[in-house]
């Protein structure tokens, strides 16, 4: 039975409404070392999905891998036991919540790559808002270097044009096609034009955390002061209105072999032994 931790309820209106909340205090630190061990031992033993993302001419590095959590025991005992299932579901005002996959980006220190402004739902073989993500560094983070949201913009109509991330990692893995007949708005320029949208980023500790709706867009991280490094372990909840969806771009992680051997199909309801399910009555 997973930790329940209480959340106010008025940080469920803002997450409804901003598409992201940061939340102090978060995670006791016990779940900060037992990550951190979870992390050594995942940067020294990649799963197949883990890639180096970028890697400057000074050698520093961005790993990232994800949907280790069936290998790593520590991250398997994180996501089963700490209170973020509970906070999910608060957040998505529901009662059961489904978890749907992990991700680490670890930055060596001085790191200066950021990751580009995206959104993250339309890259996934599921569609729907009722999505929960967790940005959880283990290290303290400076603002300057925090993963930065467009306040509401889930909300935001357009359909846009994501970024291709094999033209910046240049893995066959990251690839995502242009579909000819699908019209797409082109992706706002966020980070030419910052000062014409409302950004929203905070300085963490380890335990804190930033929640954040699949659909909101976000980028950034990165730019690092010297000396300073940068572990994140990510975590994606699914709520109500969640529907699989395999779609024609390239799916980014793509589950739709996996769910197809578990009977879930295009326009079917998350569950399974894939996406272990957490009550709350
Ligand atoms: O930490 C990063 O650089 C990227 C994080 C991100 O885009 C995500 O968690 O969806």
Known sequence: MPEFHKLAPALAKTFSEDGVVFIPNAIEQFWIDRLDSGIQKNVNTPTERGRIW?????????????????????????????????????????NRVNFFFDAVFVRTPGAQFRTPFHQDEPYWSVKGLDTCSFWMPLVPVEKKSALEFVRGSHRWAQEFRQMNFGDLTSDARDQRRELSRKEYEPFPDIEGHRNDYDILSWEMSPGDCVAFNGRIIHGGSGNLSPGCDLKVFNTQWLGDDIRVCFRGEGMDPDHSSVMREHDLNHGDRIGTELYPEFCFD
């Open 54 to 94: 970028n890697r400057d001419d000074q050698g520093r590095t961005c790993f990232y891998d994800s949907q280790a959590w069936r290998e790593i025991a520590e991250y398997q005992d994180f996501i089963e036991n700490s209170p973020l299932a509970s906070l999910a579901a608060q957040l998505l005002e529901t």
